[in-house]
């Protein structure tokens, strides 16, 4: 049964970006940093999907949930904010986010919600 939980970014202030986990190892690390017990690899990466997702209404994006997982330090290339994602939505996967990967080092989750 697949989790979601919304992540934020001091960068991109007030708001927040849902994401969908469906691999139970991967629920279950995203509560353990909510819980404080997992405090190294605790931001969130992924590829993008160029489509709104039900869960995720305010952004023209989400990241695809086979592909979701969480990291200590990442590459600079694949670091943005969510807004700035949303502005250059159509330069997504060529320069800008190679491969379609979104790393945003200052993402930090926030909370899980209950469908």
Request: aromatic fraction near 12%.
């Amino acid at each position: 049964m697949p989790a979601y939980f919304a992540f934020v970014q001091p960068s991109s202030p007030g708001k927040e970006f849902i994401i969908e986990l469906t691999d139970q190892t991967k629920i279950q690390k995203a509560r353990d940093i909510l819980s404080g017990k997992e405090t190294e690899q605790i931001h969130v990466h992924g590829r993008i999907v160029k489509r709104t997702a039900p869960y995720n209404p305010r952004f023209g994006f989400y990241l695809d949930p086979g592909t979701i997982d969480f990291f200590a330090q990442a590459i600079e290339v694949c670091d943005a904010t969510m807004n700035y994602v949303e502005e250059h939505i159509d330069e997504a996967c060529g320069a800008f986010l190679p491969g379609c990967h979104w790393c945003p080092w200052d993402s930090r989750l926030d909370r899980e919600i209950t469908p």
